[in-house]
C-alpha cells in the first residue's frame, strides 16, 4: 500500500470519526434541550396553578401590591434633617408690685395677745402705712401666710416674717374679725403664725 492510499484512508477513517462525535453532540444537545423545556413548561404549569389556586381576590391582591409599594417608598423616603432650634427660654418674671400704698389686714391666729397690734407697728415703721388689725378665727396657723389679690404682691413684706408663704387669693369676712382700724378695700392679709410671735 503506498502512501497515497494509507493517507486516503486514515482521511476517510478521521472525516467519518469526526461526523460520527458531532452526531453524539447534536444528539446529546437535543436531548438536553427537549429536558430543559419540559422542565421549564412544568414549573410555569405549576406557577399557574399557584395563581389560580390562590385563595385571594383580585382586590385584595391590589391592595397587598399597593401595601407593599407603600412600604417601599417609606424605606426610600430621606430621614428628616432635624434642625436644632434654637428658642430663648420662656422665663415668666411676675412683677413685683410694692406693698407700701396697699390696704394691709394683719391677724393674729395665735394666743399671743396683742401680736397683729405689734406687727402692725412694726409694718407702719417701715413704710406700710394702710394697715389694720384683728383676729383670725380659722385656727392657729404655724407659719405666717400672707394672702395678696394678684401676683407679685407681698414679696416685699415675706422678709419680715421667718418663714411667711405667699398665697394668691382672700379670706371670706367669716375667718376674720377687724378690732382696730378701717379699710375700704382689703388689699393683703397676714395672718400671723406661731412662728412669729415675736416682733423684732
Known amino acids: 500500500m503506498d502512501k497515497k492510499t494509507m493517507l486516503k484512508l486514515f482521511g476517510e477513517a478521521f472525516l467519518r470519526s469526526l461526523v460520527v462525535?458531532?452526531?453524539i453532540a447534536i444528539i446529546g444537545f437535543s436531548a438536553f434541550f427537549v429536558i430543559k423545556v419540559n422542565s421549564d413548561k412544568k414549573v410555569l404549569a405549576e406557577a399557574e396553578a399557584k395563581i389560580n389556586t390562590t385563595e385571594?381576590?383580585?382586590?385584595?391582591?391590589?391592595?397587598?401590591l399597593e401595601e407593599e409599594n407603600a412600604k417601599d417608598t417609606e424605606h426610600k423616603k430621606e430621614e428628616p434633617v432635624t434642625e436644632e432650634v434654637t428658642?430663648?427660654?420662656a422665663t415668666t418674671e411676675v412683677q413685683?408690685?410694692?406693698?407700701t400704698d396697699k390696704n394691709i389686714l394683719i391677724l393674729n391666729s395665735t394666743s399671743v395677745s396683742g401680736l397683729a397690734g405689734a406687727?402692725?407697728?412694726?409694718?407702719?415703721?417701715?413704710?406700710?402705712?394702710?394697715t389694720a388689725v384683728?383676729?383670725?378665727k380659722s385656727g392657729?396657723?404655724?407659719?405666717?401666710?400672707?394672702?395678696?389679690?394678684?401676683?407679685?404682691?407681698?414679696?416685699?413684706?415675706?422678709?419680715?416674717?421667718?418663714?411667711?408663704?405667699?398665697?394668691?387669693?382672700?379670706l371670706d369676712a367669716s375667718q376674720y374679725t377687724i378690732i382696730k382700724g378701717s379699710l375700704?378695700?382689703?388689699?393683703?392679709?397676714?395672718?400671723?403664725?406661731?412662728?412669729?410671735?415675736?416682733?423684732?
Not at 385571594?56 to 397587598?64: A, V
Not at 413685683?96 to 406693698?99: D, L, N, V
Not at 406687727?119 to 394702710?130: C, D, R, T
Not at 394678684?150 to 419680715?160: N, Q, V
Open 56 to 64: 385571594y381576590s383580585e382586590d385584595q391582591l391590589h391592595d397587598m
Open 87 to 89: 428658642t430663648e427660654e
Open 119 to 130: 406687727w402692725s407697728n412694726k409694718m407702719n415703721g417701715a413704710g406700710f402705712a394702710n
Open 134 to 136: 384683728g383676729n383670725y
Open 140 to 170: 392657729t396657723e404655724t407659719q405666717t401666710k400672707i394672702y395678696v389679690s394678684e401676683e407679685g404682691m407681698g414679696e416685699d413684706l415675706k422678709a419680715y416674717f421667718s418663714d411667711a408663704t405667699i398665697v394668691v387669693g382672700s
Open 184 to 200: 375700704s378695700t382689703i388689699d393683703i392679709f397676714i395672718v400671723i403664725g406661731s412662728s412669729d410671735t415675736t416682733v423684732q
Open 21 to 23: 462525535l458531532m452526531a
Open 96 to 99: 413685683e408690685i410694692p406693698s
